[in-house]
């Protein structure tokens, strides 16, 4: 008798994360010997910073090997709370923050933590690609909020006051955004946070890239702006991208002590502590000097700046300038219906195919983002391989006829 493997309905209806499928695809075409351009990777092609490691392999050395605090060792916790004084002036006693492997992980313990089933989330769109699975996976109920590329994708603030309703409990902030390179403005941030105060909602505000602004603003975010609004305020954030450490898996949570509470418990039926190495490792990118992540950021804004020149320079593509994080989103959109090869492209994803395909250029296609207009290429690599990247896709898009 066959015999098919129970598998539930939760994992039936879960799809696997589509950025680091393309990556994985583009990753296994190039150990095959193809000669890819990868812009489709989310992380940093800079090594961690020396000192970093240093701290890792004396923690290693010491004997820091065995299980810690659930939510994080106390030193670590200090100095997240010394971090978001001085970049925030926002206080946080060590009750109010957990540690956790990855932003990733703090995004799911909060869902799980704060969730029951049918509360509706509100996700701007485009969105990060785990924010409606990790909504959905609390049972929770996503709410999509859509933007305007013309509005440089601003928060649509009259339509968020028309989708709050009795079962709002949550809104999802990305600023700067992972597609576009989006930051919402002060003016909004400031509407969203009384919204949250009147109408009795959370605002998960996942400041990721928020060291990586080229606007000379910031960082910032929304409790920083409305202190009033700090107990309505989640604020995650973590050590991936500021500190190429996306592999050393590091994230953390400031908010609410009720909320941290209810997440480290989450937290201690899942998975434990995060590693004890890389707290440590954590502590030393935290509290050390920052100079190779001001480095890091001057390299990403003369890449954006380069990016977006050969951009701006295809005909047909239309694509906001970023203000922050290391990802372009052209809108690709009006090559759709025209064909290259005998191969007619209507979405992002055929496009994506056709990308790598034809042209072995690896992006994302816009769709995992929530709009199918679009790809997202990351800058995040050397300036020869977008140089490269660019000179393909403007030879690919050239191929496209009517
Ligand atoms: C917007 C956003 N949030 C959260 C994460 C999660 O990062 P990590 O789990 O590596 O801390 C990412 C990573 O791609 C991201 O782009």
Not at 282 to 305: C, H, I, S, W, Y
Not at 306 to 311: C, D, G, K, S, W
Not at 321 to 338: E, I, R, T
């Amino acid at each position: 008798m066959s015999w098919t493997f129970p598998l539930s309905e939760r994992v039936r209806n879960l799809k696997p994360s589509p950025t680091l499928a393309i990556d994985t695809k583009a990753k296994t075409l190039k150990a095959k010997g193809v000669d890819i351009i990868n812009l489709s990777a989310g992380e940093p092609d800079f090594d961690t910073p020396e000192h970093i490691k240093e701290a890792a392999i004396k923690a290693i050395r010491d004997g820091f090997t065995k299980y810690t605090p659930v939510g994080g060792i106390p030193e670590l916790k200090e100095a997240i709370a010394a971090k978001f004084e001085q970049d925030y002036k926002l206080t946080y006693r060590p009750e109010q923050i957990m540690v956790s492997t990855g932003g990733k992980q703090v995004l799911y313990n909060v869902a799980q933590a704060i969730l029951d089933p049918g509360d509706e989330v509100i996700i701007p769109v485009p969105y990060w690609v785990s924010y409606p699975a990790i909504v959905e996976l609390a049972e929770g109920t996503v709410r999509f909020l859509p933007s305007d590329p013309d509005k440089d994708f601003a928060l649509d603030l009259a339509e968020l006051g028309s989708m709050l309703t009795s079962k709002t409990r949550a809104i999802i902030l990305n600023s700067p955004s992972n597609p576009t390179g989006a930051v919402y403005s002060r003016e909004d941030l400031m509407t969203v946070a009384a919204l949250a105060v009147e109408h009795n909602f959370v605002i998960i505000t996942d400041d990721i890239y928020d060291q990586i602004r080229f606007d000379n603003k910031g960082p910032e975010n929304i409790a920083s702006l409305v202190p009033e609004a700090q107990d309505h305020v989640i604020v995650v954030n973590g050590v991936s991208k500021t500190y190429a450490m996306t592999g050393w898996r590091i994230g953390y949570l400031a908010g609410p002590q009720a909320v941290v509470k209810a997440a480290t418990k989450i937290q201690s039926q899942s998975t434990s502590n995060p590693n004890s190495i890389a707290q440590k490792a954590v502590l030393a990118a935290l509290t050390g000097p920052q100079d190779e992540v001001l480095k890091m950021k001057k390299a990403f804004l003369e890449r954006k700046n380069y990016i977006m020149e050969r951009l701006e320079a295809i005909p047909g593509i239309s694509c906001v300038k970023p203000k922050g994080a290391f990802y372009v989103f052209p809108d690709l959109s009006s090559y759709y219906g025209k064909k290259a090869f005998g191969k007619e492209i209507n979405n992002s994803l055929e496009m994506a195919d056709y990308l790598l395909e034809e042209s072995r250029i690896a992006g994302v296609p816009g769709i995992a983002f929530g709009d199918d207009r679009f790809m997202r290429f990351s800058y995040a690599t050397d300036l020869s391989i977008i140089q490269e990247g660019m000179d393909r896709l403007r030879v690919a898009l050239s191929n496209l006829n009517s």
